[in-house]
C-alpha cells in the first residue's frame, strides 16, 4: 500500500505526494532520498502496520510492563519493515510508477536511487528486522518468517488479481497473530478472530485508498478493488465493516475481557460507520482523508481492549 496524496494524471500540472517534509527536510541530502524511499515522511503507514498488534497486547499480554516492552518492539520492527515493503514494492513498480503522476517522484522512478542502492538498503533494513524478530519466542519467529510470502507477493497481486486489496490485509493483518503469539506464547481463537478481524478492516480501508488512483490504475493497467467495486463500494464497507465489529466482539470475547470492554467497542464502530456514511469515491482527498482516519479507529480499537481489563 502506498501512503500518499490525491492524484492526478489529468490536469495541466503534475501532482506529486513525494517531497521532503517535516523532520526529514532536515535530514543530510544524502539521506533524504533513503527516507523517502521508506515513506518515513509519511508515517501513516507504519501505524497501520501497528496497530493490529497493539489489539493483541491490549487484550493478551500478560501485564503493563510486558505490554509496553512488546509495544516498543513492535513499533521498530513496523517502522523497519514497511520501509522493507515500501522498497520491494518500489522495486516492482518503478517502470510504472514513472506514468503516474502521485508517484512519478519517487526515489526509484525517478532515479534519485538506483535499484542496486535499493536492494542493498533493503538488505540492511531485513537484517535490522531480523534481529529485532531474533528477539521474540519461537512462535512469533516463525510467524515472522511467513509474513515474508504474502509481502513478496503484494507487489505481483496487483497484476493478476483484482483483489490486491485482499493480499495487503493478509500481510498487514499479520501483527495481530505476532503480537498474540509474543505476549502469550501461543495462538488460539481470540488471536484468530483479531487476526480476521485486522483483515476485514484493511481490506475496506485499502479500497478507500485505492479510490483516488482509479483512474490512473486503470490507464495503466493497475487492477484494485476500487476498480472492481465502482458504485458498489459502499455496501461493500458495510460488510467489511460489519464484519470487523463482529469479530472484535469475538475476540473479546474469547480473551475474557470484562464489561468495559462493549460500551467502549462502540466507539470505533460508531468511527466505522462514519466513514462509511462520508465517503464520495469521486473525491480523491476525501478518500485520503478517511483511510488515514484509520490511525484514531485502531488506536480506538486498542482503549477498548484496554477498557476491557479495567
Excluded at 496497530?51 to 516498543?72: C, M, N, T
Excluded at 516492482?92 to 514513472?98: E, F, G, H, S, Y
Excluded at 478492516?201 to 472492481?228: C, F, K, N, P
Aim: one cysteine or more; a positive charge.
Amino acid at each position: 500500500m502506498d501512503m500518499g496524496g490525491s492524484t492526478g494524471t489529468g490536469g495541466a500540472v503534475p501532482h506529486t505526494d513525494i517531497r521532503a517534509q517535516g523532520w526529514v527536510a532536515h535530514l543530510p541530502r544524502g539521506w533524504q532520498a533513503y527516507a523517502l524511499l521508506m515513506r518515513l515522511d509519511r508515517p501513516i503507514g507504519i501505524w497501520l502496520l501497528l496497530l493490529p498488534g497493539l489489539w493483541a497486547f491490549a487484550l493478551a499480554a500478560p501485564g503493563w510492563g510486558s505490554g509496553l516492552w512488546l509495544a516498543l518492539l513492535f513499533g521498530l520492527g513496523a517502522a523497519i519493515m514497511r520501509g522493507a515493503g515500501c522498497i520491494v514494492n518500489d522495486l516492482w513498480d518503478r517502470d510504472l510508477d514513472k506514468l503516474v503522476s502521485r508517484t512519478a517522484a519517487r526515489p526509484l522512478a525517478s532515479g534519485a536511487v538506483s535499484a542496486k542502492r535499493a536492494t542493498a538498503f533493503l538488505v540492511l533494513l531485513l537484517a535490522l528486522g531480523l534481529a529485532i524478530l531474533l528477539s521474540l519466542n519461537l512462535l512469533s519467529i516463525g510467524l515472522g518468517v511467513l509474513s515474508l510470502l504474502p509481502v513478496a507477493l503484494y507487489p505481483a497481486a496487483k497484476r493478476v488479481t483484482d483483489w490486491p486489496q485482499a493480499v495487503l490485509g493478509l500481510t498487514f493483518s499479520w501483527a495481530a497473530l505476532m503480537g498474540y503469539a509474543a505476549a502469550t506464547g501461543r495462538l488460539d481463537g481470540a488471536a484468530f478472530a483479531l487476526y480476521a478481524a485486522a483483515f476485514l478492516w484493511i481490506l475496506g480501508y485499502d479500497t478507500i485508498y485505492a479510490h483516488q488512483d482509479r483512474e490512473d490504475d486503470a490507464m495503466v493497467g493497475i487492477r484494485s478493488s476500487a476498480l472492481t467495486l465502482g458504485e458498489r463500494t459502499r455496501p461493500f464497507l458495510v460488510a467489511c465493516y460489519g464484519g470487523v465489529v463482529a469479530l472484535l466482539a469475538l475476540a473479546g470475547w474469547l480473551g475474557g475481557s470484562g464489561p468495559w470492554f462493549w460500551p467502549a467497542l462502540l466507539v470505533p464502530a460508531a468511527h466505522l460507520a462514519w466513514q462509511v456514511a462520508r465517503l464520495d469515491i469521486h473525491d480523491a482527498p476525501l478518500c485520503l482523508r478517511l483511510f488515514q482516519s484509520n490511525r484514531q479507529t485502531g488506536l480506538l480499537i486498542a482503549l477498548a481492549f484496554l477498557a476491557g481489563r479495567l
